[in-house]
Antibody
Framework: EVQLVESGGGLVQPGGSLRLSCAAT????????MTWFRQPPGKGLDRVAN????????YYLDSVKGRFTVSRDNTMNSLYLQLNSLRAEDTALYYC???????????WGQGTMVTVSS | QSALTQPPSASGSPGQSVTISCTGT?????????VSWYQQHPGKAPRLMIY???KRPSGVPNRFSGSKSGDTASLTVSGLQTEDEADYYC??????????FGTGTKVTVL
């Protein structure tokens, strides 16, 4: 079954850290660009970070540069997002997705919620 | 980079058609044939409905169609069904490995 499953979300205090994981099954993960999105409650989607199939290129939303780091382990078919120096405005449902072509993402996980609050 | 502009809501009766617009600039929608549309039901992940302006992934009904003219892209849902009631988001490539998303449109089936 083609599937992405995120984990690692939770409640964290401002300034804290979390590591999100995304496990892929059923498709050629090692050949795929992968992307992290987030969606604050009741709001739209933002592309947070993406990573080339071999990890050689990474791109970030301006507001997370220097705080978030995307990585992958193709031997484990897994994608990661390290979130540091978290702020209240980072509160959102975080999704991982596979890139099909530019601006097109055809496989999505169910999301993992990150809440930043004291 | 500003979000693409979509109408907040659209509606139609079962069997009718509804068209949603997505307005950007020459730096995104108008400059690339990489416009996509996503359907999102409450509490669910987005689903890709259209990519590269007018292509449908396998499994997407042909009631869904996409087009583009200048800086504005459109999604048309023909023969509306109750299950089409959802939020719809457009997205466009904007150069330099950057994608911009729309503000979202809530489609209501009356």
């Amino acid at each position: 079954e083609v599937q992405l499953v995120e984990s690692g979300g939770g409640l964290v205090q401002p300034g804290g850290s979390l590591r999100l994981s995304c496990a892929a099954t059923g498709f050629a993960f090692s050949n795929s660009w992968m992307t992290w999105f987030r969606q604050p409650p009741g709001k739209g989607l933002d592309r947070v970070a993406n990573i080339k199939h071999d990890g050689s290129e990474k791109y970030y939303l301006d507001s997370v540069k220097g705080r978030f780091t995307v990585s992958r382990d193709n031997t484990m078919n897994s994608l990661y997002l390290q979130l540091n120096s978290l702020r209240a405005e980072d509160t959102a449902l975080y999704y991982c997705a596979r890139g099909l072509t530019a601006a097109a993402f055809d496989i999505w996980g169910q999301g993992t919620m990150v809440t930043v609050s004291s | 980079q500003s979000a693409l502009t979509q109408p907040p809501s659209a509606s139609g009766s079962p069997g009718q058609s509804v068209t949603i617009s997505c307005t950007g600039t020459s730096g995104d929608v108008g400059g690339y044939n990489y416009v996509s549309w996503y359907q999102q039901h409450p509490g669910k992940a987005p689903r890709l409905m259209i990519y590269e302006v007018s292509k449908r992934p396998s499994g997407v009904p042909n009631r869904f169609s996409g087009s583009k003219s200048g800086d504005t892209a459109s999604l048309t849902v023909s023969g509306l069904q109750t299950e089409d009631e959802a939020d719809y988001y457009c997205a466009s490539y904007a150069g330099n490995n950057f994608d911009v998303f729309g503000t979202g449109t809530k489609v209501t089936v009356l």
